[in-house]
């Protein structure tokens, strides 16, 4: 029998710095009135400490989670910040993309609310998002927050209260105002409301007073670890037909992914037809019209583009094989899932000479 065997620990390796906390049932005493948006939080209620008491638990238990916040927050929060004091709105509302998403772009709830601050699509276009199998305008983090600021002030003007308006942002407009009404009470901490909503604010406020303060809990994250902020140079590109990535990529002398992460809102390899503000590496703007006009007017040549009108009985992969190309290159091309149903009379584009 063969026994395999490891050294045994001796201590943090050199170089590691020792881990150094408080325990989680000191980190979790809150000795200072705590409040959202200018407004008391009443941990002085029993119930409500106990909801905050989890909160805290929960967040400080995943330590690692609570470090990439810190991490990604001098990417994202100065913009958010910014933005919010342009606005004269609260600066704790920033903590609200944290708890959405954790500053993630790419971010999708089983419901279907995606991007920073987690817009349902309805929600999203009706407060001035573009969102359609090419664009989903919820990933960008300047778009979605405009979004967010102007709903976050419709909700605070409806409902008299930041931390109404949050958790309205959590349950919907509609449904808090029912329980207002029904429950005759238009203090949060008073309302019997979903689960999930009690526990909402009390979740960004386990989120504050921990970036508040990281160091009083253990987060000794030092300046050159965080994240650093987005450097980019704006263009404005107006796209004759659909446009290839890849040639904006090659235009800014940068790769392919380098302009998706820049621009998540970009759900697939092409830009469709129409105006679109575009990000690109910082310093890329220079001369980059002159190159991207040549590099798109090459590949328009190189490329013939079919459109291929349905007919009854075909599929995609009957149409691939029909032009000899790649299965997965029609789906690209055509932003598709190779699970759509093809109905006779629907336009396929294909490329017949792209191998």
């Not at 960004?204 to 921990?210: E, N, P, V, Y």
Request: aromatic share 10%.
């Amino acid at each position: 029998m063969l026994f395999l065997c490891s050294p045994a620990f001796s201590g943090p390796s050199e170089g590691f710095e020792k881990a150094d906390f408080p325990s989680l049932a000191s980190a979790i005493k809150v000795d200072r009135p705590v409040d959202f948006c200018g407004e008391k939080v009443p941990l002085d209620r029993q119930d409500v400490r106990e909801i905050f008491e989890k909160e805290m638990l929960i967040s400080l238990w995943e330590r690692h989670q609570a470090v990439l916040w810190i991490k990604r927050s001098n990417r994202y929060l100065p913009y958010i910040e910014e933005m919010l004091q342009k606005n004269g709105m609260p600066d704790d509302l920033k903590y609200v993309p944290i708890i959405e998403s954790s500053l993630r772009p790419n971010v999708r709830s089983p419901k279907g609310a995606r991007g920073f601050w987690q817009f349902m699509k309805g929600t999203g276009r009706s407060y001035g998002l573009t969102i359609n199998s090419s664009i989903d305008e919820r990933r960008s983090i300047f778009t979605s927050t405009r979004a967010a600021i102007s709903y976050l002030n419709k909700l605070h003007n409806d409902l008299g209260s930041w931390t109404l308006a949050a958790a309205a942002y959590n349950m919907g407009e509609g449904r808090l105002k029912s329980e207002i009404k029904i429950q005759q009470s238009r203090n949060f901490y008073n309302l019997r409301l979903p689960i999930e909503t009690q526990r909402y604010i009390l979740r960004i406020i386990s989120a504050k007073l921990i970036m508040a303060d990281p160091e009083k809990y253990g987060f000794r994250v030092k300046a050159e670890d965080l994240y650093p902020p987005l450097k980019f140079d704006r263009i404005i590109l107006e796209c004759r037909s659909k446009t290839p990535v890849s040639a904006i990529a090659l235009a800014s002398d940068t790769f392919y992914k380098k302009i998706k992460d820049l621009n998540p809102q970009i759900t697939g390899h092409y830009l469709p037809k129409g105006p679109h503000s575009i990000l690109i590496p910082q310093g890329a703007s220079k001369d980059f019209f002159t190159r991207f006009n040549k590099i798109i007017d090459d590949w328009r040549t190189s490329h013939n583009e079919i459109t291929y009108v349905v007919k009854k009985g075909d599929n995609l992969s009957l149409i691939a094989d029909k032009f000899h190309v790649p299965l997965q290159a029609l789906l690209i091309w055509n932003n598709i899932s190779h699970r759509k149903i093809l109905h006779p009379g629907d336009h396929i584009i294909v490329y017949p000479n792209e191998r």
